[in-house]
């Protein structure tokens, strides 16, 4: 019997933001906004319109301003290593919330709500957002794909290896959940606190399905340098208001 859709979800966000240079010298990159809103808040927007209430937010770098800008709407966990760390010791920190089952967000992702819900929505236990685009470098946290399953994820493999790009959104079932926590806790007692996250989920899916779920070319974009924060408000944003325009203007003639 097919488990009960994630209600939880974990957002990675105590990253120090470094290469986005002065931009996030008094802020994370989460706080940087787009459209007048941060991202988290638009985030934290798409997961309250997908159903999910329950959010643990792992912060560290200002997360002083982290905590004043969400106030109680959301739990905290402190990653006060976050200098030295990396997502994977984040989420380790924040194992307790996989438990039942959860999405994981990376904070500095932004999407449309739809490309969210297409997640959320996909009858698969384990799954993560794949974008199969070709156009991929050293930068990216790519993927290879058996069919529709995540069989390896890391950016140093080979982009004419790769199968597309990891998006930094990824969801676990209860099953899955407890297993993803079993996972963690190996690595960091073999002493990978520096690694990304997708360290464990590529432990998961050598052990158990973790389907890809694609982006269907919905736009989204992940801000790891200025530029990209320029795109994010020239292109993306543009394209993701289009999108809900289309949606809202469907949604007033079906009623």
Known sequence: MREQASRAAVILAAGNGHRMGRLTVDRP????????????????????????RDVTVVIGYHGARLRAQLDDRVRYVENARYRETNSLYS?????????????????????????????????????????RRKELGPEEMKVKLWFDLVVDFSKRLPPDQADGENVGIAKFGATGGRRLIAHLESLIAAGREQAWAPLAFRALAREQPLRAVTTAGLPWIEL????????????IAPAIRAIESRRFAASVAVA
């Open 29 to 52: 990159k989460c706080l940087l906004e787009v459209d007048g809103q941060p991202l988290i808040e638009r985030q934290l927007a798409s997961l309250q319109a997908c159903g999910i």
């Open 91 to 131: 989420l380790w920190l924040a194992r307790h919330a996989l438990a039942d089952g959860a999405l994981v967000l990376n904070a500095d992702v932004l999407a449309p709500t739809l490309l969210i819900e297409r997640l959320v929505r996909s009858q698969a236990e384990d799954a993560v957002l794949v974008d």
């Open 224 to 235: 790891d340098f200025p530029e990209d924060l320029s795109r994010a408000r020239r292109v």
